[in-house]
């Protein structure tokens, strides 16, 4: 797949910028305290960063393409790591909750469980004053590839229930909405709690 996102990221900050996140991200925005520290893993341009800050949160951005991270400082003023979610050691930060909306969507299937569990070990149990998650992805079945040559890998609510639950996280809330952009995709929505005792 070509590097969509480190050639052509200017396109998608302006194709999705201006999106407005709160329903899809109200769900989760209503589990979060005030002040909490919210990781965005693939944080984009940092459109979701902004609206979290609006809601009183703190952020943290997780992006792999440097032109988007450059954008996710600029827009929403707070620091934003750059690295791959599938490499990188999350071990070493302590967040409140993680957003990872569309994160996965390029990401093979069998590989969405080794990423998830890598990306929430930055929730650390009694340190945390909460310890949710939100996960969004693309309903369907198989993969779909667009004419940018992105492909996206498709779920079905099963397996990924499937998948939250041997990670030892409870789904507390669940949509399934329209893409925001008109595009007739379906997006499945997750607000996860890690299971006390993991």
Same mark, same amino acid.
């Given at each position: 797949?070509p590097?969509?996102?480190?050639?052509?990221?200017?396109?998608?900050?302006?194709?999705?910028?201006?999106v407005?996140?709160?329903?899809?991200?109200?769900?989760?925005?209503?589990?979060?305290?005030?002040?909490?520290?919210?990781?965005?893993?693939?944080?984009?341009?940092?459109?979701?960063?902004?609206?979290?800050?609006?809601?009183?949160?703190?952020?943290?951005?997780?992006?792999?393409?440097?032109?988007?991270?450059?954008?996710?400082?600029?827009?929403?003023?707070?620091?934003?790591?750059?690295?791959?979610?599938?490499?990188?050691?999350?071990?070493?930060?302590?967040?409140?909750?993680?957003?990872?909306?569309?994160?996965f969507v390029?990401?093979?299937?069998?590989?969405?469980?080794?990423?998830?569990?890598?990306?929430?070990?930055?929730?650390?149990?009694?340190?945390?004053?909460?310890?949710?998650?939100?996960?969004?992805?693309?309903?369907? $079945?198989?993969t @779909? /590839?667009?004419?940018?040559?992105? !492909?996206?890998?498709? %779920?079905?609510?099963?397996? =990924?229930? &499937?998948?939250?639950?041997?990670?030892?996280?409870?789904?507390? $809330?669940?949509? @399934? /909405?329209?893409?925001?952009?008109? !595009?007739?995709?379906? %997006?499945?929505?997750?607000? =996860?709690? &890690?299971?006390t005792?993991?």
């Amino acid at each position: 797949m070509p590097d969509y996102y480190q050639e052509s990221y200017k396109a998608y900050h302006e194709a999705t910028f201006s999106v407005d996140p709160s329903f899809f991200l109200g769900p989760f925005a209503k589990r979060v305290t005030d002040g909490a520290l919210v990781l965005d893993v693939g944080c984009g341009s940092g459109r979701d960063l902004v609206w979290l800050q609006k809601q009183g949160c703190n952020v943290i951005g997780f992006e792999r393409s440097s032109g988007l991270a450059d954008l996710a400082r600029q827009n929403a003023g707070c620091e934003v790591i750059e690295g791959d979610f599938e490499t990188y050691d999350f071990s070493q930060l302590t967040v409140d909750a993680i957003l990872m909306s569309g994160s996965f969507v390029h990401l093979p299937h069998a590989r969405l469980a080794e990423a998830f569990r890598n990306v929430a070990q930055a929730l650390k149990g009694q340190e945390c004053t909460s310890r949710f998650a939100c996960v969004s992805l693309k309903e369907g $079945d198989g993969t @779909k /590839t667009d004419r940018d040559g992105r !492909t996206f890998y498709l %779920w079905q609510d099963d397996d =990924l229930r &499937r998948i939250f639950d041997r990670q030892g996280f409870s789904i507390i $809330d669940f949509t @399934k /909405t329209k893409s925001a952009r008109g !595009t007739g995709e379906v %997006w499945l929505g997750y607000v =996860l709690e &890690r299971n006390t005792g993991r």
